[in-house]
């Protein structure tokens, strides 16, 4: 049987839970890769963070506000929508506010983890769930991160050993 240990990334390229948006948004234009494991002092892994988390971070918000408005006696009124989302100084302001909040604010906290023990079989069910949309593993042994996987180290592995 295949384990994961014979098939993983290691060592695994991580970020602090406390690292800021903007040093991680760095750090992942240079890689060759989508996320990265958060991890806390202990190296214990406590959320992820992807591309996905980061342009969900930074997308225009709707602002568009709606007044409704009425002549009295107000037994008919309209609706009106003014759009406040053109604001550029307003938009800029927001970025930079989220680019210095800590990673640990908008990473993903429920992390599928796997061991160095877990069957390939195990590993490809994980990463085919189209519920969770999962496409790296990290793979933790006594609590703290030793490894990763993803889809790609999966399917070498399926052809490798086929």
Known sequence: MVRTASFMTEPVETVHRDSRVDDV????????????PVVDDDE????????????????KKDRIVW???G??????TLTYGFDLSLDELDIGIDAAKAARKPIHEIMTTD???VTPDTALEEVIVLLTDEERDINRLPVVED?????IV????????????S
């Open 111 to 113: 992390v599928v983890t």
């Open 150 to 161: 993803t889809r790609e180290d999966a399917l070498r592995a399926v052809r490798d050993n």
């Open 67 to 69: 007044i409704p408005i």
């Open 143 to 147: 609590h703290r991160i030793v490894g």
């Open 71 to 76: 002549v009295p006696p107000f037994s008919e």
């Open 44 to 59: 214990r892994v406590v959320g992820i963070v992807t591309q996905t988390d980061l342009v969900r971070l930074f997308r």
């Open 25 to 36: 948004l760095e750090r992942l234009a240079q890689a060759d890769f989508e996320g990265f």
